[in-house]
């Protein structure tokens, strides 16, 4: 049974180290959430680390700006690790391909950056989709447009037999109160259609990896044992984090926030229902990071 507290000061003792979700969890899409920025600015302040997970399929320089714009100050983290860079990795050793079609808006175009971190790169050229090796997906067109809407360009897709690698494996985010769709959900449906998806962000091994790396950069080597994973999303924060064998704290006033009616903290019951039919299991759960 989680067991559900009141502040992340109650239980944060025995880690070292914070893999912190953003979005839902720090902020909102909009702006800060201060009593979030206030409990990891305290952390750190007593010796802890906190290196920041996203599912956001931007480079980690391109989310440290919008952290600037959304109002959450440098000292609240550590260091970034996003769902963006895993995949770009991927997407430049060419596991779709040298030719790809991008499925996603044009505000996503610094995905194609050229990356230096890797020994003899594939050099990636964007194309149409019929003259595709591969799809790259960081999200829908439209955030906000009806699925159906992505199908037609999935199924040409699957004729082709492409692989389709996602940029973030969240089907939803809330934007302050308006839900949108996110790259997982295109990725799921073209699963669901019989084509093969490539997963790099939460609940997949490679971001992990990616956040380990980032956090041995900074001191001595922590266990597994002594980092704290944080999120609001059941299916990729906490199903991540039961994968990697870290113990987790679950934001239940986030995405779950109607299903646990949770205001300022979940309702135990809603709570415990939800849980069990999730058959997901967090170590700790708290209405919002505080």
């Not at 912190?20 to 909009?30: K, N, P, R, S």
């Not at 990891?40 to 919008?66: D, E, F, M, W």
């Not at 490679?206 to 597994?224: H, S, V």
Request: proline share 6%; with cysteine; net charge negative.
């Amino acid at each position: 049974m989680t067991r559900i507290i009141t502040e992340l000061s109650e239980i944060s003792a025995p880690y070292d180290a914070l893999f912190v979700d953003l979005w839902g969890c720090v902020h909102d899409g909009v702006r800060a959430l201060p009593a979030a920025v206030a409990a990891l600015q305290t952390y750190r302040k007593g010796g802890g680390k906190v290196i920041l997970v996203t599912n956001s399929p931007r480079p980690r320089a391109g989310v440290a700006k919008q952290l600037v714009h959304f109002g959450v100050p440098d000292d609240a983290f550590d260091a970034i690790a996003t769902s963006g860079d895993s995949a770009r990795a991927a997407m430049y050793r060419g596991v779709v391909g040298q030719k790809v079609w991008h499925l996603g808006p044009v505000t996503d175009s610094r995905f194609f950056d050229p990356l230096e971190i890797l020994d003899n790169p594939v050099e990636i050229e964007r194309v149409a989709l019929d003259d595709a090796e591969g799809i790259v997906c960081t999200g829908p067109f439209d955030a906000s447009a009806d699925p159906e809407s992505w199908r037609a360009d999935l199924e040409a897709g699957l004729a082709r037999n492409l692989k389709l690698l996602c940029a973030n494996p969240d089907i939803v985010v809330d934007r302050g109160e308006t839900r949108e769709w996110c790259a997982g959900a295109v990725a799921k449906m073209y699963s669901d259609m019989g084509g093969e998806s490539l997963y790099f962000g939460k609940p997949h091994p490679p971001i992990y990896d990616l956040a380990r790396r980032r956090l041995a950069k900074l001191g001595p080597a922590i266990a597994d044992d002594r980092i704290l994973a944080i999120g609001d999303g059941i299916h990729t924060d906490v199903e991540g984090a039961v994968g990697e064998g870290i113990d987790s704290l679950f934001i239940s006033g986030g995405l779950a926030a109607a299903e646990t009616k949770t205001s300022h903290q979940p309702d135990a019951a809603a709570l415990a229902s939800y849980l069990e039919a999730e058959e997901m299991m967090p170590t700790f759960t708290i209405g919002h990071l505080r």
